[in-house]
DNA sequence: GTCCAACCTAGAACAGTTCCAAGGGTGGAG
DNA sequence: CTCCACCCTTGGAACTGTTCTAGGTTGGAC
C-alpha cells in the first residue's frame, strides 16, 4: 500500500507543512489518536500548528476515507489510519488502550434488518488489557 | 421483568418525584434517548425538574447498571434502558434512528486476544433506514 | 513579479456535560 | 409529632472538545 503522503498528492491536494506533518502523524497500525494527540505531536514537529488545522486536517482526511474516525466512551473522537484493511477494536475498559483486530463480521438476520439497507458493521471487544488486569489483582 | 421503577425501590434508592420522572421516561424497547430528550419529556410532566438532576439520575442509573449508555457518532450520550436481553443496535446513519436488534456475537480469535481479558462486545449495524433510502433515491 | 484561490492562524463561539454552593424536603430518632 | 442530619435538587458557572470567523499568508499559474 502506497503511504498515506503519497496517496494525497495523487489526489490533488495541496501539500502544504502542516498537512504533512499532520499526515505523518496517521500513520501505521494500532494508532488511535485524538484531536489533541495529533495537535500536541504535530507541535512538536512545527510548532506554528493550530489546533484548527488540525481538525480541518483530520475531517478533510475522514471525508476522503483516509482515516476513520470512531467515537470512544470519553466522548473524544480518535482517528484511525489503518483503512488498508477490514479490522475492528479491541478496547481495554480501564486504560482505554485500543488495538486493532481481525474477527468475522456478525451477520444481520433477514428478520432483524427492519427494512434497512446494511452498509457495514463496527465491532468493538471490550476488556481489561494485561497490564490494568494486574494492577487490579493487586489492589483486591 | 419488574419495572424499572420497582427495581429502583428494592434497591432502597430515594425515589423522589423527579427520580420517578426520568425513570418512567427510560422505560420501553427500541428508546435511546439523549440527555436532552430525557430533559424535556421529564419537564412535560414536571416543569421545575434541573437538568443537573437529568444528569445525575442517568448517571447513577448507569452506574447501577440499569440503563446503558452508548457514544453516538454525533458526540451526544445516548441512553438505552433495554437491558434485559442482549442486543446489538441497527443505526441509520443518515438520520440517526436506532432500533435494537438480535444477532449473534462475534468470536475474537484467541491469537488476536493479545493476553486481554474479554468482558463484551458492543455491535453497531451501521445502514440506511427505508425513509432515507427513498429520500436518496429521489433526490439523484 | 502579480494575482487569486486556497490555506493557515488565534481566538471567539458553541454544545454537551460536570461541578458547585446554597436551599429544600424527607425519614428516622426521640 | 418534632427536629435534625442528610441527601436531593436547583441554577448557574465552569470545563472540554469541536467548529466558526475574520483576517493574514502562501503557492503556483501566468
Request: negative net charge; hydrophobic residues 35%; glycine residues 8%.
Amino acid at each position: 500500500m502506497t503511504p498515506l503522503v503519497d496517496r494525497l498528492r495523487s489526489r490533488g491536494w495541496r501539500l502544504t507543512a502542516q498537512r504533512r506533518v499532520i499526515a505523518e502523524v496517521m500513520t501505521g497500525e494500532h494508532v488511535h489518536v485524538t484531536a489533541d494527540d495529533v495537535f500536541e505531536r504535530s507541535r512538536a514537529v512545527l510548532p506554528e500548528v493550530s489546533r484548527a488545522t488540525v481538525y480541518n486536517t483530520l475531517n478533510e482526511l475522514v471525508g476522503m476515507g483516509e482515516v476513520h474516525e470512531m467515537t470512544h466512551a470519553d466522548g473524544r473522537k480518535r482517528y484511525d489510519p489503518n483503512v488498508g484493511e477490514r479490522h475492528h477494536h479491541l478496547v481495554c475498559v480501564d486504560c482505554g488502550r485500543i488495538l486493532d483486530v481481525r474477527a468475522d463480521d456478525p451477520q444481520l438476520p433477514g428478520v432483524e434488518r427492519h427494512g434497512f439497507e446494511l452498509l457495514g458493521v463496527d465491532v468493538t471487544f471490550r476488556a481489561r488489557c494485561p497490564d490494568c488486569a494486574s494492577a487490579v489483582l493487586s489492589t483486591s
